[in-house]
């Protein structure tokens, strides 16, 4: 089969290596039917994930048909369409029956795919613990609208919106409008907030934001974030700030941003995929009874957040802004990495 393989940092290609097997009886193989690049892809060409060896398949989202199933697997049988969601879950470890499956105990449990084993960016792919890592598509949902359902949608609403506790009337902002700053502010205005504010360096990005549900926008190159903040909460002494800040970026800038955001007692979700070590300012926030929570997606509430989407109350084909045929990787990296010039938000890519 064709794959798209990962050479250390700066190198990619798109190759022909072994088709995957069943190696645990609990896997199964899966015919990749629709993938999507990550920004951790990125952060992974970039060399910011070490545990991502050479020769790795890139890739963790996918929707796709079974094509095998291992003898150990209950629920599934070839045929079926389902969504491989970015974590792989053992189901019986001590985190996951917390239902902290970002956190599996077991090898091949937690973001393992793309990761430390091979990935979604393939015409075929093996997942482990099936039963518990795959969610089934429901009729008349498409390929394209579920996928987002595999990492942008959970990560931004379970990391961000749960994560940092947005409750009604809340000024949440949002720091970093891509996919997942979008899936924040989706899954933030479930919730009734009384704005929601969404910071970018792209208009075309903070248009998106607009659409999902930002009523507040801020092009950081142009304008002050904390200044619109304050002027929307009144500035009481310099005091006041948003309720929760989501940091949706991954950079020592963005970050330190939306710490500074948030008013004192405010809660700070980072999603952000750090590469390096970033500065918390102690000597200035100690005193402000502030929460920070970090986090990897559990993918928990994806049935939840499918019903969301099949009911149309979240529009996740809105993510999609370009398409491409699972051999043209080469060209959908680069749309991807360069969103800020062509306006790019998720790039599908179909069989
Ligand atoms: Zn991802
Ligand atoms: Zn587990």
Redesign the pocket.
């Known amino acids: 089969m064709r794959a798209l393989v990962y050479h250390g940092p700066g190198h990619k290609s798109w190759d022909e290596v072994p088709d995957p097997e069943i190696s645990a009886d609990t896997d199964i193989i899966v015919q990749v039917d629709a993938t999507t690049i990550?920004?951790?892809?990125l952060h992974i060409l970039k060399g910011d994930l070490p545990k991502v060896r050479n020769g790795r398949i890139l890739g963790?989202?996918a929707v796709g048909t079974v094509d095998e199933v291992g003898d150990g697997v209950r629920t599934l049988t070839p045929g079926d369409r389902v969504l491989v969601s970015?974590v792989s879950a053992c189901g019986t470890c001590q985190f996951c029956r917390q239902a902290r499956y970002g956190q599996c105990l077991s090898g091949e449990g937690g973001w393992v795919l793309g990761h430390t084993i091979d990935g979604t960016q393939a015409e075929y792919v093996r997942v482990p613990f099936a039963d518990t890592s795959t969610f089934r598509v429901p009729d008349g949902a498409s390929d394209e609208e579920i996928l987002m359902l595999?990492?942008?949608l959970p990560?931004g609403y379970e990391v961000g919106v749960l994560a940092g506790g947005v409750r009604p009337g809340d000024i949440v902002a949002v720091v970093g409008a891509g996919p997942?700053g979008l899936a924040a502010i989706a899954g933030a205005q479930l919730f009734s907030p009384s704005h929601i504010v969404a910071i970018d360096l792209s208009d075309a990005r903070l248009e998106a934001a607009k659409y999902f549900g930002a009523d507040v926008i801020v092009n950081n190159s142009r304008e002050n974030p904390l200044q619109v903040i304050r002027d929307l909460t009144g500035d009481l002494a310099g005091r006041f700030g948003a309720d929760v800040s989501i940091e949706a970026v991954g950079l020592p800038a963005t970050f330190e941003m939306a710490v500074k955001l948030v008013r004192p007692g405010g809660r700070i979700a980072n999603i952000g995929v750090h590469g390096g070590a970033v500065t918390l300012h102690l000597d200035e926030q100690w005193i402000r009874d502030i929460t920070i929570t970090t986090g990897l997606k559990d993918t928990s509430s994806t049935p939840t957040l499918m019903r969301l989407v099949t009911s149309g109350q979240i529009d996740a084909k809105r993510f999609i802004t370009h398409r491409f045929g699972l051999d043209e990787f080469e060209e959908a990296y680069d749309v991807f990495a360069n969103a800020a010039d062509n306006g790019a938000l998720k790039v599908v890519l179909s069989r």
């Not at 990550?38 to 892809?41: F, I, N, Q």
Request: with cysteine.
């Open positions: 990550c920004g951790t892809d963790h989202e970015s595999a990492d942008v990560t997942v």
